[in-house]
């Protein structure tokens, strides 16, 4: 149902496979961490099984697939060497998707204001951010240790749009005819967990092509092969044209 003009009042970024290619060095790490005790998989199954969640829920989901049982100690100690892992991966060297950055510059030049939600950690989000140089961009930042609920569930959506009122109480979001969307916020996701947590959480969803073909992504209101198709005018767009 279309509800008339909408503003472009804020825009929510996800992290890993929207702004940076980041997975196979997730990938890498989970593999280093987990090859010791037999639980490595290929990246095929890795991008079929495990990609939407974050560290503790991938690894809580690797064990039960494997029949393993997970002690709290296990479990705390392959977090933190995951981490290490990929913060050893991240220090050689990462680049965003073509386009990221300058649709990241566009919109903060124009004074909307940027958040992400993401089921990484805080500390590898930062550090990827300064390392491109687009740290500064982004007012709000939730991640994996702000959460207690992963994606799908849409506690990191609805933590980034608190977030993001509290910061900017100018911004009036007002509800949709359902009395739940927030009107005027643009998501930006990769996969079919993350559009669901967004759209869960009442938000407009964008996704881009770089980590499911199209087909898979077709619960976002609107789909694109790329990220560098979008710029500041579509998104503006897209709320015009590509309400539910």
Request: net charge negative; charged share 20%; hydrophobic share 45%.
């Given at each position: 149902m279309n509800t008339g003009p909408v503003e472009l009042k804020a825009v929510i970024f996800d992290f890993d496979g929207v702004l940076v290619d980041s997975e196979p060095l997730h990938y890498q790490a989970f593999c280093d961490v987990l090859k010791p005790l037999g639980l490595a998989h290929s990246y095929d199954v890795y991008m079929e099984r495990y990609i939407g969640f974050d560290d503790r829920d991938a690894i809580r989901a690797v064990f039960q697939d494997a029949g393993r049982p997970l002690d709290t100690d296990r479990f705390q100690r392959l977090l933190r060497d995951k981490e290490a892992a990929f913060k050893r991966i991240v220090s050689r060297g990462v680049v965003s998707f073509e386009g990221a950055k300058e649709l990241v510059d566009?919109?903060?030049?124009?004074?909307?204001?940027?958040?992400?939600?993401?089921?990484?950690?805080?500390?590898?989000?930062?550090?990827?951010?300064?390392?491109?140089?687009?740290?500064?961009?982004?007012?709000?930042?939730?991640?994996?240790?702000?959460?207690?609920?992963?994606?799908?569930?849409?506690?990191?959506?609805?933590?980034?749009?608190?977030?993001?009122?509290?910061?900017?109480?100018?911004?009036?979001?007002?509800?949709?005819?359902?009395?739940?969307?927030?009107?005027?916020?643009?998501?930006?996701?990769?996969?079919?967990?993350?559009?669901?947590?967004?759209?869960?959480?009442?938000?407009?969803?964008?996704?881009?092509?770089?980590?499911?073909?199209?087909?898979?992504?077709?619960?976002?209101?609107?789909?694109?092969?790329?990220?560098?198709?979008?710029?500041?005018?579509?998104?503006?767009?897209?709320?015009?044209?590509?309400?539910?």
């Open positions: 566009e919109i903060f030049r124009a004074g909307v204001p940027l958040a992400i939600a993401s089921g990484a950690k805080s500390d590898e989000i930062r550090l990827i951010l300064e390392k491109l140089g687009m740290l500064d961009a982004f007012s709000v930042i939730v991640s994996a240790d702000d959460v207690t609920a992963g994606k799908p569930h849409p506690e990191t959506y609805q933590r980034a749009l608190a977030g993001l009122l509290s910061r900017y109480p100018d911004l009036s979001l007002t509800p949709g005819s359902n009395g739940a969307s927030a009107q005027g916020v643009v998501v930006i996701e990769d996969t079919p967990t993350g559009i669901q947590a967004a759209r869960n959480a009442g938000l407009f969803v964008v996704a881009v092509g770089h980590t499911y073909s199209l087909s898979d992504l077709h619960q976002a209101h609107w789909v694109v092969p790329r990220i560098a198709d979008l710029n500041l005018a579509r998104l503006r767009e897209a709320l015009l044209t590509h309400r539910p």
